[in-house]
């Protein structure tokens, strides 16, 4: 089995955000990225999944963190899920390998992949315990650093492995932030939906939308600072959708169309490349 493509079609049948940028970086990085970027998907897979009461979501997240704490001998789904036939049929692929994602990323990087996505799943298990209750902006704070501000972190720590490119660290944080917080604001109405609320108590959109603000200056002073070439590319990328969609929410706008997706890919590649 060629695990790197096998990895980038997972990737591909996932996320078309990262796919573009992770297949253009560089040898070694790529794999390194694709590798972080599949770990903590298959974690938030659990996070995320519908059928998954929250006691079960905990307890699994819990358990793929320890799984990752055996680095280097990462194990199979059969350890982590106890063997429970009815939960590896409902659990996704991309979850069911994590073990494999985890083997992907280059050995001087790994133990830092697995160090970050175990912190990631036992914080993701605390908010599955909670209900993502989040009461305050402190609260708010807390919750987007545990799931996308810490992957900025994890994103500088690879930059300097590879070439010794150092980031300003808030500005890191601001740049996972940023991203989350538009996520939110587009996918607000099927969270409450499904029972849950990422809005602090008495928040309005335009209070969402300002925070969001906020951490996209952040991330943007985090992408400028970047040198022209892949890795400023992989980052502006997902920075300039995050930027038109939460343009288009500010409007009405459901989303972002078709077209407008393309020009912005267009617009994100060209700036990179500066």
């Given at each position: 089995?060629?695990?790197r493509?096998?990895?980038?079609?997972?990737?591909?049948?996932?996320?078309?955000?990262?796919f573009?940028p992770?297949?253009r970086?560089?040898?070694?990085?790529?794999?390194?990225?694709?590798?972080?970027?599949?770990?903590?998907?298959?974690?938030?897979?659990?996070?995320?999944?519908?059928?998954?009461?929250?006691?079960?979501?905990?307890r699994?997240?819990?358990?793929?963190?320890?799984?990752?704490?055996?680095?280097?001998?990462?194990?199979?789904?059969e350890?982590?899920?106890?063997?429970?036939?009815?939960?590896?049929k409902?659990?996704?692929?991309?979850?069911?390998?994590?073990?494999d994602w985890?083997?992907?990323?280059?050995?001087?990087?790994?133990?830092?992949?697995?160090?970050?996505?175990a912190?990631?799943?036992?914080?993701?298990a605390h908010?599955?315990?909670?209900?993502?209750?989040?009461q305050?902006?402190?609260?708010?704070?807390?919750?987007?650093?545990?799931?996308?501000?810490?992957?900025?972190?994890?994103l500088?720590?690879?930059?300097a492995?590879?070439?010794?490119t150092q980031?300003?660290?808030?500005?890191?944080?601001?740049?996972?932030?940023?991203?989350?917080?538009?996520?939110?604001?587009?996918?607000?109405?099927?969270?409450?939906?499904?029972?849950?609320?990422f809005y602090?108590?008495?928040?309005?959109?335009?209070?969402?939308y300002?925070?969001?603000?906020?951490?996209?200056?952040?991330?943007?002073?985090y992408?400028?600072?970047?040198?022209?070439?892949?890795?400023?590319?992989?980052?502006?990328l997902?920075?300039?959708?995050?930027?038109?969609?939460l343009?288009?929410?500010?409007?009405?706008?459901?989303k972002?169309?078709?077209?407008?997706?393309?020009l912005?890919?267009?617009?994100?590649l060209?700036?990179?490349?500066v």
């Open positions: 089995m060629d695990l493509k096998d990895a980038l079609a997972t990737l591909e049948a996932t996320s078309r955000t990262f573009i992770i297949s970086l560089p040898q070694g990085l790529q794999e390194a990225v694709a590798s972080g970027y599949l770990c903590m998907r298959a974690i938030d897979e659990v996070e995320d999944h519908p059928e998954l009461d929250n006691v079960t979501k905990a699994v997240l819990r358990r793929m963190s320890l799984a990752l704490q055996g680095f280097p001998a990462t194990t199979g789904p350890d982590w899920t106890g063997g429970d036939a009815e939960l590896i409902l659990l996704p692929e991309v979850s069911l390998r994590l073990h985890a083997a992907l990323a280059p050995s001087p990087i790994a133990g830092r992949i697995c160090d970050a996505t912190a990631m799943g036992d914080r993701m908010w599955a315990e909670v209900n993502w209750a989040i305050s902006e402190a609260d708010l704070d807390r919750y987007t650093f545990s799931v996308a501000g810490a992957v900025g972190l994890l500088s720590d690879l930059w492995w590879y070439d010794g980031t300003d660290r808030t500005e890191a944080v601001g740049f996972g932030r940023g991203l989350q917080v538009v996520n939110i604001l587009r996918n607000h109405q099927e969270d409450l939906a499904r029972g849950a609320d602090p108590s008495g928040w309005s959109d335009r209070q969402m300002d925070y969001a603000q906020r951490n996209l200056l952040l991330a943007e002073a992408t400028s600072a970047l040198k022209p070439g892949p890795v400023k590319e992989f980052c502006q997902p920075l300039v959708l995050a930027q038109g969609t343009d288009a929410l500010m409007t009405g706008k459901e972002l169309s078709r077209v407008q997706v393309m912005l890919v267009q617009k994100a060209q700036q990179a490349a």
